[in-house]
Each structure stands twice: as structure tokens, then as C-alpha cells.
């Protein structure tokens, strides 16, 4: 079976396709310096950005982990999440506290999809 690599760098590829399964790299918020429901805003904005740019979507979610800097921020990236994800199409998830790669990130999300 081939992989695809999208977007591809000496450390990363943004997207990884194998067996159609969609692969995203770890999103953080485009404004790293809003509050924790406009990263995750944000953030989920670039999640359908990748996701679109190989065919898939919201309703093809598959897991998905969310990493907070603080779970203090739990229920406000919850407000925006629940609005989010479309009706019946809820992904396995898991939500971790987590030491961030930059001071300012409150938020970053690991999704896996189907094609």
C-alpha cells in the first residue's frame, strides 16, 4: 500500500495518507496571543483547511487528541469544539494537559481522519 506525504519538510509532513487514512501534524492557533476560544478557533480552522485539501472534512473524523497548556481552559475550548463538530460524527477523543512547544500556545490538537 502507498503513502502520500503532503507539504513534506526535513521534519515533518503536514499530511500523511496510507490505506485511506488521513494523518494531520499537530495544529496550533494561527494567533498565538488570543484567548483560549480564539486558538481554538483558529486552530480548528486550519484542521478543515488540511483536511479539505485531501477531500475530507469534519464528518470523516476519525480521533483525535487535544493537548491544553491548562485544563482550567477545559470547558472554553469545549464551547467551541461542541460547536464544531457536526451532529453524529463525534471522533474518539482525549484531552491531556501538556507542557507546550511555545510559551504562548494554549492549545494544540492531533487528528487522525478517514479520506
Known amino acids: 500500500m502507498s503513502i502520500t506525504r503532503y507539504e513534506t519538510s526535513a521534519r515533518m509532513s503536514k499530511i500523511v495518507v496510507h490505506n485511506n487514512t488521513l494523518y494531520?501534524?499537530?495544529?496550533?492557533?494561527?494567533?498565538?496571543n488570543g484567548d483560549i476560544g480564539e486558538q481554538t478557533r483558529t486552530m480548528l480552522a486550519k484542521v478543515d483547511q488540511l483536511l479539505e485539501s485531501v477531500g475530507s472534512g469534519r464528518d470523516k473524523l476519525?480521533?483525535?487528541?487535544?493537548?491544553?497548556?491548562?485544563?482550567?481552559d477545559f470547558p472554553?475550548?469545549?464551547?467551541?469544539?461542541?460547536?464544531?463538530?457536526?451532529?453524529?460524527?463525534?471522533?474518539?477523543?482525549?484531552?491531556?494537559?501538556?507542557?507546550?512547544?511555545?510559551?504562548?500556545?494554549?492549545?494544540?490538537?492531533?487528528?487522525?481522519?478517514s479520506a
Do not use: F
Not at 24 to 32: F, I, N, P, S, W
Not at 62 to 72: E, G, H, N, Q, R
Not at 83 to 110: F, H, K, N, Q
Open 62 to 72: 476519525l480521533s483525535v487528541t487535544i493537548y491544553l497548556k491548562s485544563m482550567s
Open 76 to 113: 472554553a475550548m469545549n464551547a467551541v469544539w461542541d460547536t464544531w463538530v457536526p451532529d453524529g460524527c463525534a471522533p474518539a477523543r482525549a484531552c491531556v494537559e501538556a507542557a507546550m512547544a511555545s510559551p504562548e500556545l494554549l492549545v494544540e490538537i492531533s487528528v487522525t481522519a
Open 24 to 32: 494531520l501534524c499537530g495544529q496550533v492557533a494561527e494567533d498565538r
